[in-house]
């Protein structure tokens, strides 16, 4: 059964760090891997995709990458900013309609 | 552009009422799905549909039941609200990825 980890929390960090998220999965059998954003109150808004055949994905100040043999991805925030602030999750798709999606890490990014 | 819609956005239901979730997308999207997010945890599937007419069951379906008369719309229906049910409601959209969410409905059944 495919089971998606996360950090549940990761450290409020001062404005401008460089930040890495991680995520694993227990099943290499995947078809893509999404990073989402969810804001308080909000739904999730996809921010990467990398498909079972690439290595990595890039847009703006993300980068995601995925290491489909060791069952992991991450997610590096460059420069973070307080606008950054947010929950990040990740979520594998598996086939026929089945996305597993993790806990999310809570961001804090201190101005 | 609305994207997928959700309405109500909160509400509060007594133990063995009934209440229906809107959700409509406009983005003509073939596929449509409804999660529950509880604290702490990952969204669960409860229902999904490939087109107008055609629904199968997600990871959690007990309780609810959906219809999709129309690709615009997809309804969620909770027939006796127990407390188990308290919990946010996303319903998404997509062709195929990625999936386009709505804002939620956060439920709470006392």
């Known amino acids: 059964k495919q089971e998606v980890t996360q950090i549940p929390a990761a450290p409020s960090v001062p404005e401008g760090e460089n930040l890495v998220l991680n995520c694993s999965f227990t099943?290499?059998?995947?078809?893509?891997l999404q990073w989402f954003r969810q804001d308080p109150g909000k739904g999730l808004t996809s921010l990467l995709l990398i498909q079972s055949s690439q290595r990595e994905q890039t847009s703006g100040r993300l980068n995601a990458s995925l290491d489909k043999s060791s069952g992991r991805s991450t997610l590096y925030i460059a420069a973070s900013q307080p606008g950054d602030s947010a929950t990040y999750l990740c979520a594998v798709y598996t086939g026929g309609f089945k996305t597993i999606f993790g806990a999310g890490t809570r961001l804090f990014v201190k101005a | 552009n609305a994207g997928v819609t959700q309405t109500p956005k909160f509400r509060i239901l007594k133990i063995g009422q009934s209440m229906t979730l809107q959700c409509t997308q406009d983005?003509?999207?073939?596929?449509m799905y409804w999660y529950r997010q509880d604290p702490g945890m990952g969204l669960k599937l409860i229902y999904y549909?490939?087109?107008?007419?055609?629904?199968d069951k997600g990871e959690v379906p007990n309780g609810y039941n959906v219809s999709r008369s129309t690709t615009e719309d997809f309804p969620l229906r909770l027939e006796l609200a127990a407390p188990s049910q308290t919990s946010v409601y996303f319903c998404?959209?997509?062709?195929?990825?990625?999936?386009?969410f709505g804002d939620g409905t956060r439920l709470s059944i006392l």
């Open positions: 998404a959209s997509s062709l195929e990825s990625p999936q386009h």
């Open positions: 983005m003509n999207h073939n596929y």
């Open positions: 099943d290499s059998a995947i078809y893509n």
């Open positions: 549909s490939v087109g107008a007419g055609i629904t």
